[in-house]
C-alpha cells in the first residue's frame, strides 16, 4: 500500500467542498450578516495542509460557480485562502483562540488584498456582492477607486475571516485524536493540546 | 428490462443528439472560445450576440428547459446588478443626473452595460456546461487525458457529498431545534446557533471519512493498475475533432482581425 494518509485525505477534500456549500447556506438560513462559505477550506487546510487546502479552494469555487458564476473570477482567492489556512495550521495557529484570532485576521487581511486586486482589474473596483455596494458608496461619496475598492474588500474580508477561523478552531477542537493522529498536520494539534 | 440495461454499458454512452455526444472537453473547448471573444471586441452587442448564440445552441442540444430557467435566474439577478452598480457610482465627466451619494454618468452607464453583458455570457457559459454535460462524462474524458482517478473520485464526491450533506443539515437543525437551541432572535442568538448545528455535520462527516477509507482500499482503490470503467464515451470521431479545430481557428482569426483592425 503507498500511504493511507492521502487515502484519507481524497475523502477529507470532498467533506471540505460539502461543508464550505453547506456553511454558507446555514448562514442564510440562521439570516446571519456573513457569509461564512469557508468553514470547510480553513478547517482541511489547517488539519491537512496546505495542498488540501488549495483542492478544496479550487474545487469549491468551480461548484459555487455554478450558482454563483462571478465568484469563479475569485478562483485565486479561494485557492490562496486553502494556502494560507494550510500554512497557518502548520504553524500552530489554530492550537488556541488568541492565535486563531490572530489567523483569522491576518488571512482577511491578506485575502482582502488579493480580492481588491483582483475587483481593481477585472471590475474597476467594485466587488461582486455587496462589498461591490460599499464600495460603490465609497466611490460616490468621492473616495477614489482604488482607495474605495481596497477598503470595501478588506473590511468585509476581515469581517468575515475572523469568524469563520473561531469557527473552524471550534470544529478541529472537536476531532478525536485517533483521526487527528493521522492528518499531515495532526502531530501539530496534538502536541498542543498535550501541554 | 434487465438485459436492455445491462446491454446499454456494453457500448460507449450516446444519446440521439450530436451535440450532446461531442465530447465533453471539446464541449467545454467551444464554449470558452466563444467567451473569449467578449474580452478582445469591447461592444456589448458582440456580448449579447454571443448569449443568443449560446440560446441557440442550447436549443440545438434539446436541452432548453433546463437551460433558460437557471439562465434567466442568475442573469437577471447579475447582470442588473452588475448595470446598476456602475451606473450608479462610477464617476465620470459627462454627469445625467447627481444626487448626493448618486451620480449617473454617461461613462457609468457604458461600463455598466459592458460589464453587464459580459456577465450574461459568463453566465451562459456555466449553464450550459451544467445542462449539456454529465459531471461523470466529464471525469470519464478528463481521466482519458491523463489526469488521475483520484481527482474524478474528488469532484464527483464533492457533488454528492454536497446533497447529502444538505439533507444532513435540515434534520440537525430540527433535533437542534427541539433541544432547545434557538436558531431564531436578535444576531448573536443565531450566530450562537452556527456551531451547534455545522460542527455535529462536520464532525460526522470526517468519522465517516475513516471508514469511507477502510472500506475502499478492501476494494483496491488505492491500487496502482489501470482502472476499468462502467459507462464509456466514443472517442472523439474525425469530424468532431476538425469541428473543434475550425471554431478555435475561426475565432482565433476573428480575434486577430478585430485587434489588427
Not at chain 1, 487546502?53 to 474545487?59: P, W
Not at chain 1, 458564476?69 to 500552530?92: D, R
Request: a positive charge; charged letters at 10%.
Amino acid at each position: 500500500m503507498k500511504n493511507r494518509n492521502t487515502g484519507l485525505l481524497i475523502f477529507l477534500i470532498p467533506i471540505g467542498v460539502a461543508v464550505n456549500f453547506v456553511g454558507g447556506q446555514i448562514a442564510v438560513l440562521l439570516k446571519l450578516p456573513l457569509f461564512l462559505d469557508t468553514i470547510g477550506t480553513f478547517t482541511i487546510g489547517a488539519i491537512a495542509g496546505p495542498f488540501a487546502g488549495v483542492i478544496v479552494g479550487l474545487l469549491t469555487c468551480l461548484s459555487i460557480s455554478i450558482t454563483n458564476p462571478q465568484s469563479l473570477f475569485y478562483v485565486i482567492n479561494f485557492m490562496l485562502m486553502g494556502f494560507l489556512a494550510g500554512y497557518l495550521g502548520k504553524k500552530g495557529f489554530f492550537t488556541s483562540i488568541k492565535k486563531t484570532l490572530g489567523a483569522g485576521a491576518i488571512m482577511g487581511m491578506i485575502v482582502g488584498i488579493s480580492g481588491s486586486l483582483i475587483s481593481y482589474f477585472l471590475f474597476n473596483g467594485f466587488g461582486v456582492s455587496g462589498t461591490g455596494v460599499l464600495g460603490g458608496i465609497l466611490m460616490g461619496a468621492g473616495v477614489p477607486v482604488w482607495a474605495s475598492a481596497f477598503i470595501s474588500n478588506m473590511s468585509v474580508d476581515i469581517i468575515d475571516k475572523v469568524p469563520t477561523a473561531m469557527v473552524a478552531y471550534l470544529i478541529i477542537r472537536n476531532i478525536p485524536q485517533k483521526t487527528l493522529v493521522k492528518l499531515p498536520n495532526g502531530n501539530v494539534f496534538l502536541n498542543a493540546y498535550k501541554k | 428490462m434487465d438485459e436492455t440495461f445491462i446491454n446499454s454499458y456494453r457500448s460507449p454512452q450516446l444519446s440521439d443528439n450530436w451535440l450532446l455526444n461531442v465530447n465533453p472537453l471539446n464541449k467545454i473547448n467551444i464554449y470558452v472560445a466563444l467567451g473569449l471573444i467578449t474580452i478582445f471586441f469591447q461592444h456589448w452587442q458582440v456580448n449579447v450576440a454571443i448569449t443568443f448564440l449560446f440560446v441557440l445552441l442550447a436549443i440545438a442540444a434539446g436541452r432548453f428547459k433546463n437551460f433558460i430557467g437557471p439562465f434567466l435566474k442568475l442573469g437577471l439577478v447579475i447582470g442588473p446588478f452588475f448595470f446598476i452598480v456602475r451606473a450608479i457610482f462610477w464617476p465620470g465627466e459627462n454627469l445625467i443626473f447627481n444626487y448626493g451619494i448618486i451620480n449617473i454618468t454617461q461613462e457609468g452607464i457604458d461600463l455598466g452595460i459592458q460589464y453587464a453583458t459580459i456577465m450574461l455570457v459568463v453566465c451562459g457559459i456555466l449553464v450550459l456546461c451544467t445542462v449539456t454535460i454529465k459531471a461523470e462524462d466529464l471525469t470519464y474524458s478528463l481521466e482519458q487525458i491523463g489526469v488521475p482517478h483520484n481527482v474524478s473520485f474528488m469532484i464527483l464526491s464533492s457533488l454528492q457529498l454536497i446533497i447529502d450533506l444538505k439533507d444532513k443539515t435540515k434534520v440537525i437543525m430540527d433535533s437542534q431545534r427541539s433541544r432547545g437551541i434557538e436558531t431564531e432572535g436578535n444576531v448573536f442568538v443565531r450566530i450562537k446557533a452556527f456551531v451547534p448545528v455545522l460542527s455535529p455535520l462536520f464532525l460526522g462527516a470526517i468519522s465517516g471519512a475513516e471508514e469511507k477509507t477502510i472500506a475502499m482500499d478492501a476494494r483496491a482503490f488505492s491500487s496502482a493498475n489501470p482502472n476499468t470503467h462502467l459507462r464509456f464515451l466514443r472517442p472523439a470521431p474525425g469530424m468532431e475533432k476538425i469541428l473543434v479545430l475550425a471554431v478555435d481557428l475561426l475565432i482565433l482569426g476573428l480575434i486577430i482581425m478585430g485587434v489588427v483592425l
